[in-house]
């Protein structure tokens, strides 16, 4: 049984109904794991409200009798952020019943959406009035509205559009003792103050519970070209973009960064995915061309870019895209890592930042360290080049046992944030803290941060309450 009194459990029933209430352990498993295993944990039991007063009800009546609570939205979080402790005290929030398009304004050029909807039907909603929502990221098909507003999510389109952060215009949050903030407006300007929303994005559900958003809408892309670039070294990858932003601007839209290792585990484990080159080479970059014209001559544009790169030998070889099946293919072989690495036994992520112009040195550097310390060890190196923002993802050494490197997890995690700091870096540039660097975070960020976060955090959360373990 949940160990929560009867009386409260039936107080929540009350107001979410009985489809709002999840009790039952079977029932209750998807919620309590994240999508790779590597966190478990237990809960009282699951809320699923439909509207945020219920929202706003269930947490007062949590607040009031002291009840910790975990949001939850897609579950594709990466650090941990949406699985309760494994107390059996906490009750997770899952707001994937809230999934409604409240209004589409395109003379504002904004929608507001509920905090529950797919990415995935967001993009698809905006496409169908003509217009783009430029946010976009492998797990667009399941992570929600809400989790990407409280991860402040990244992925591929920053370096044209901005983080999640930079999409929204306002939004409507539950408070930690259940009082409803609306700041849903649409306001490009709005000097009046603190702008309290960001506060909430990127908190990962320690502040308050974001129902509903404002976010932009920008013009549809009407064409669009991408290639599949190979490259001698990631020293490579920092002097090609520089070349193609200054040929073609904003129309560079995506522009990441593989190393072979990456790529082969794609075309190890992930089907009907083929590499477009006979021949084997360190590294590639998948770019992507954009613009809102329908006849812009983007292939013009990529194939002086590239003819300049392979006169220089910053480039060896590359394949444009002809068909919308091609374009598919290639982003496959990118967006295939994460699922791929999984195969390849226990794995550490990491999604760290450094300055764009020192992602090779960090790369030299950091490799070196690691082969010598941890020999054998698999470096998954890939990620958001524009963004200084690499996955430099570790998969323990072929035919080596599971104990042995999750016994180094530790010492090969620190020997990774220490190399970061050393190149003036973030620990975390898009999945956040969650209770995977929460600690950490404490070793690499500055005191006065920290000391500033916990007064935020005890003054819009006092008792604690809100997604208790994670972040701080
Ligand atoms: P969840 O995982 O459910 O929750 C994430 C955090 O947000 C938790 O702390 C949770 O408590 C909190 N939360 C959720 N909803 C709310 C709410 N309504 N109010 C307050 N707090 C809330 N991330 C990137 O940034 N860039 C990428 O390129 C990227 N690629 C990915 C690829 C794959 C294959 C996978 C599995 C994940 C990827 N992610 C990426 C990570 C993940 O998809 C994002 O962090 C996403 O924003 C999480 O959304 P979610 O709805 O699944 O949130
Ligand atoms: C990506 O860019 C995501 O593919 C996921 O941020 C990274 O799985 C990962 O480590
Ligand atoms: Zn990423």
């Known amino acids: 049984m949940s160990g929560l009194p009867e009386s409260l459990i039936q107080a929540l029933q009350a107001v979410v109904g009985d489809s709002g209430l999840i009790t039952d352990a079977e ?93 995935q039907r967001l993009q698809e909603a905006v496409a169908e009035v003509g217009r783009l929502f430029p946010l976009s990221l492998g797990a667009e098909g399941s992570c929600t509205v809400g989790g990407n507003l409280a991860t402040n999510a990244g992925g591929t389109a920053v370096l044209r559009y901005g983080n999640m952060r930079d999409l929204v215009l306002g939004l409507e949050v539950v408070l930690p003792d259940g009082r409803i ?51 001698p070294s990631a020293q490579a990858a920092v002097e090609l973009i520089g070349q193609m932003r200054g040929l073609c601007g904003d129309r560079l839209t995506g522009f990441e960064l593989m190393s072979r290792q990456s790529v082969e585990f794609v075309l190890r484990h992930v089907a009907g995915v083929n590499d477009p080159f006979a021949e084997v080479y360190p590294w590639y970059v998948l770019i992507e061309l954009s613009d809102t014209q329908p006849d812009a001559s983007l292939n013009d544009m990529l194939e002086q870019g590239l003819g300049e790169a392979f006169e220089q030998g910053v480039a060896l070889d590359a394949v444009v895209a002809s068909s919308q099946a091609q374009v598919q293919a290639l982003w496959a072989l990118r967006e295939g890592i994460s699922q791929a690495q999984n195969h390849e036994g226990p794995s550490l992520k990491h999604d760290i930042s450094v300055p764009v112009s020192r992602i090779p040195a960090f790369i030299e550097a950091t490799d070196r360290r690691l082969l010598k310390d941890f020999p054998g060890v698999r470096i998954v190196a890939y990620g958001h080049v524009g963004d200084g923002n690499l996955h430099y993802n570790i998969s323990k050494p072929l035919a080596a046992d599971d104990a042995p490197f999750k016994a180094q997890h530790e010492a090969i995690m620190r020997l990774i944030y220490d190399s970061t700091a050393t190149f003036d870096g973030s620990i975390s540039a898009e999945h956040g803290l969650g209770q995977a660097k929460r600690e950490a975070a404490r070793r690499y960020k500055d005191p006065l941060e920290l000391e500033l976060m916990r007064a935020i955090k005890a003054t819009l959360d006092p008792t604690g309450l809100m997604n208790p373990g994670k972040l701080l």
């Open 27 to 119: 029932r209750m498993h998807g919620y309590l794991s994240d999508w790779r295993n590597a966190y478990r944990g237990r809960a009282a039991l699951v809320l699923r409200p439909a509207t945020t007063d219920e929202v706003a009800q269930v947490v007062r009546l949590c607040h009031e009798a002291g009840v910790a609570i975990v949001p939850q939205g897609g579950n594709t979080g990466l650090c941990g952020g949406s699985i309760p402790d494994d107390s059996g005290a906490q009750v997770v929030l899952s707001l994937t019943r809230m999934a409604r398009i409240r209004a589409v304004d395109t003379g504002n050029e904004t929608i507001t959406v509920e905090a529950g909807v797919i990415l």
């Open 181 to 231: 903030w609306n700041g849903l407006r649409g306001l490009r300007k709005d000097n009046t103050g603190y702008d309290l929303k960001q506060l909430f994005i990127g908190a990962e559900g320690t502040l308050g519970i974001i129902t509903a958003a404002v976010l932009k809408l920008f013009p549809a892309v009407r064409s669009l070209t991408t290639a599949w670039v190979a490259l």
